[in-house]
């Protein structure tokens, strides 16, 4: 069987690792053989392809990025898009199968497809994890060790200067990477899209911190809403598929804590740095894990499902399944966090 790979949506650490996995199953012991579809659905929808053999993945389970490159083309949209151009294409370049690495809008489209009848399993990504059907996605371990090493060094300097430091992390939905690299930095807040908060009591925590002789550190992700906002910050236009582009919330709250405070603050976006470098070894090893899984379940013909991490094991769940919701944080995790605020 040959099998097709694609890597679709925002990049994360531990892409590499998959491909790898799964081309070393596949063709070690499962009798598959790969190709790559270059930049996610658009590789698919316009057959540009690289072969993928034992050679060219050495070693790539430690690189960054995808080496297949990544976009948020809409494999439903253009002429050559659509299920039956992309079954023909399919056939044309003898690929038999597809393995999508992606987030909830890379398997809602692998959704689709499989609907109208095309051979797709999936993978998770983000490093958002907001995927509920699996415990943790690969890149989030990554993202929140950088937030972490990101914030030790705010601290320092904001120390130095009795400042107020507000460090802005990616969570579109959800808050998680703030949660983990906010508790592993000691964060005297912590602010995340499931949980409005007021200015005054974004206010009440930087000055108990304060008073205590501490430079108050304030970690915000890009999808938080003080209570006075309907919608998340943006103001960096739309993304391929037409959604606000987040980022810049920090900024936006920084000012206020200070006039309100009388405490100089300052604010940091991490962006994109959070969603580069090399993965984790915990990312590698979920990563290589899965990718070989994606082999196993391509070999039993589980169209329709992907792979996910439940405890410390590798299951498979449908796509229906899988992209029935969100992973936000729950309740009981922002309460003990918030124990610690102020
Ligand atoms: N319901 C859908 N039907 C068809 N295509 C979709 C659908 N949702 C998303 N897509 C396509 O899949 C692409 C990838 O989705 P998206 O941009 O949400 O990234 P993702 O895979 O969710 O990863 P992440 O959000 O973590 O970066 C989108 O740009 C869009 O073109
Ligand atoms: O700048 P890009 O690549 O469009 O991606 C940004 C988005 O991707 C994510 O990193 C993952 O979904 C979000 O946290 C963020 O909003
Ligand atoms: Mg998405």
């Given at each position: 069987m040959r099998i097709g790979i694609l890597t679709s949506g925002g990049d994360c650490p531990g892409l590499n690792a998959v491909i790898r996995g799964a081309v070393l199953k596949g063709t070690e012991i499962n009798g598959q053989e790969f190709v790559g579809f270059r930049d996610g659905w658009r590789g698919v929808v316009n057959a540009d392809i690289m072969e993928l053999t034992r050679h060219n993945i050495r070693g790539i389970a430690k690189q960054g990025g995808t080496i297949l490159g990544t976009s948020r083309t809409n494999p439903f949209e253009g002429e050559n898009g659509g299920p039956e151009n992309i079954a023909a294409n399919m056939e044309r370049h003898g690929i038999d199968a597809i393995m999508a690495i992606g987030g909830e809008g890379t398997l809602a489209a692998a959704k689709r497809l499989t609907d109208a009848g095309l051979k797709i399993v999936g993978v998770p990504k983000t490093v958002d994890n907001d995927l509920d059907a699996t415990d943790y996605t690969f890149g989030f371990d990554t993202a929140v060790q950088i937030a972490t090493d990101a914030m030790d060094r705010l601290r320092t300097t904001g120390e130095s200067h009795s400042r107020c430091m507000v460090a802005e992390v990616m969570g579109r939905h959800?808050?998680?990477?703030?949660?983990?690299?906010?508790?592993?930095?000691?964060?005297?807040?912590?602010?995340?899209?499931?949980?409005?908060?007021?200015?005054?009591?974004?206010?009440?925590?930087?000055?108990?911190?304060?008073?205590?002789?501490?430079?108050?550190l304030v970690v915000v992700a890009e999808g938080f809403m003080p209570d006075s906002m309907d919608d998340p910050h943006s103001e960096r236009g739309l993304d391929a598929f037409g959604r606000p582009r987040l980022g810049g919330i920090g900024e936006r709250i920084a000012p206020l804590i200070e006039s309100i405070t009388g405490i100089e603050t300052r604010a940091t976006t991490l962006g994109h740095i959070q969603r580069g470098g090399v993965p984790s070894a915990y990312d590698r090893v979920l990563a290589t894990r899965l990718g070989m899984a994606a082999s196993d379940i391509i070999g039993d013909g589980?169209?329709?499902?992907?792979?996910?991490?439940?405890?410390?094991?590798?299951?498979?769940?449908?796509?229906?399944?899988?992209?029935?919701?969100?992973?936000?944080?729950?309740?009981?995790?922002?309460?003990?966090?918030?124990?610690?605020?102020?």
């Open positions: 959800v808050g998680w990477i703030a949660l983990h690299s906010g508790m592993a930095a000691g964060a005297h807040a912590i602010l995340i899209p499931e949980q409005k908060t007021s200015v005054e009591q974004m206010c009440e925590w930087v000055q108990s911190a304060y008073d205590r002789g501490r430079a108050p589980a169209w329709g499902q992907m792979v996910a991490l439940k405890g410390t094991e590798i299951v498979t769940v449908g796509f229906a399944e899988a992209l029935g919701k969100l992973k936000t944080v729950p309740q009981h995790r922002y309460d003990e966090a918030a124990l610690l605020f102020g």
